[in-house]
């Protein structure tokens, strides 16, 4: 695994120091959340699930999240058989790709330029799904990239914003996957005027390991390789542009519309590997479990956040698809880009082809389509 995850290791007692970390977070998947859980089933007392996430940090540290209500420092060392110098210990808690109902007293930033209508479409723009009959729920996400499946472009984001079926829809009309709209209800999209994409495609787990939340729905409107950066100011992508694996330490950069993080916002890999809880709500509710995820530092992503994609710092490659966080810390957590591409069938790359503006325009009168995970109006359910 180390070979191929952890390119970025050149020496050998690198390598060693690794493998001994990536047996440590093997040996202790066994008392990581199941599956498939519930919040209130995570929290219980009568659960042992008080190791909630594990990644590589720097300096090749083991970081363990526990729950201090359950165990003490001194506990969790005991437990797992290592000592400070082989751990970095931190209170833990699930991370969440949830709905949220604004709340007035805190600065936030629902709309702005990231939600003004974009055609072509570009990354980091607000988007949602809608389902059949242009049924919209009143939230938003971001587009993290546009891909090419087979020749035709479109918009990737999250599963849980243009798709619905890693959260169960978040009790909103499900699957919301037949359109994507531009923008997003929240902020004025309507279906079917404001459709850019339709019939997004996921990748579902199920009750197994989750990898990415997903999803790539064909465009209906024209879209352009480009990221929306601060002020509104549309940067075009290189044409060596693809799909890669980050090195731990490297700086990274996001395009989306967090409420908090509604700039474009830096950042560096803080973790490579990493074995997270997920859940769709911090007030109870499905949890997942994710494996082989990176992490950044805090302060980088806020509800709405959810789909928009993390790049290099120079714009030259895709890095991972952020669709959950720590609300407390703004800590991100983002599938693989290369996992992106492998389970979706598509590829972030630039195309070869002619002009930097590739449009693909389907002959369907569409209409088509923030937590962490996902933003919600004031109308709709909080959880």
């Excluded at 359109?179 to 459709?195: I, K």
């Excluded at 409420?259 to 709500?281: H, L, M, P, Y």
């Amino acid at each position: 695994m180390a070979n191929t995850y952890y390119t970025w290791m050149h020496k050998e007692s690198d390598i060693r120091a690794v493998h001994f970390l990536l047996d440590t977070i093997a040996s202790l998947s066994k008392y990581m959340p199941p599956t498939v859980t519930t919040l209130g089933e995570l929290k219980s007392s009568s659960g042992s699930w008080w190791i909630y996430y594990m990644w590589i940090a720097p300096g090749y540290k083991l970081v363990v999240g526990y729950d201090p209500n359950k165990i003490t420092p001194a506990g969790a060392l005991e437990y797992i058989g290592l000592t400070p110098g082989d751990v970095i210990l931190r209170e833990g808690q699930p991370f969440f790709m949830l709905p949220l109902s604004p709340i007035q007293e805190q600065p936030m930033q629902m709309c702005g330029y990231r939600c003004n209508v974009y055609r072509p479409a570009i990354a980091g723009i607000d988007i949602f799904g809608c389902c059949e009959g242009c049924n919209c729920p009143n939230a938003g996400c971001s587009i993290g990239f546009i891909g090419n499946k087979a020749g035709t472009n479109g918009v990737v984001s999250a599963n849980h914003c243009i798709y619905g079926s890693i959260c169960n829809c978040f009790g909103f009309c499900c699957p919301y996957n037949k359109y994507v709209v531009q923008p997003s209800p929240l902020c004025g999209g309507t279906c079917p005027s404001s459709v850019i994409a339709h019939d997004a495609i996921t990748y579902d787990f199920d009750g197994g390991t989750w990898y990415v939340d997903a999803a790539f729905a064909p465009a209906t409107q024209p879209v352009q390789y480009a990221v929306l950066d601060e002020g509104g100011v549309i940067k075009p992508l290189p044409s060596t542009f693809r799909a890669r694996d980050p090195t731990l330490g490297e700086s990274i950069v996001k395009f989306g519309r967090g409420v908090w993080t509604f700039s474009t916002r830096q950042s560096t890999v803080q973790g490579i590997g990493a074995s997270v809880t997920v859940c769709c709500s911090p007030y109870g509710g499905l949890c997942r479990q994710f494996a082989d995820q990176i992490v950044s530092g805090s302060g980088y992503i806020s509800p709405g956040d959810s789909g928009s994609g993390t790049y290099a710092s120079d714009l030259s490659a895709a890095i991972g698809l952020n669709f959950a966080g720590n609300l407390a810390t703004g800590e991100g957590i983002m599938a693989r880009s290369v996992l992106v591409e492998r389970y979706l069938g598509i590829s972030l790359a630039v195309p070869s082809a002619p002009p930097s503006m590739l449009a693909v325009l389907a002959g369907i009168a569409a209409a088509a389509g923030i937590g962490i995970g996902i933003v919600v109006g004031s109308t709709a359910p909080t959880g």
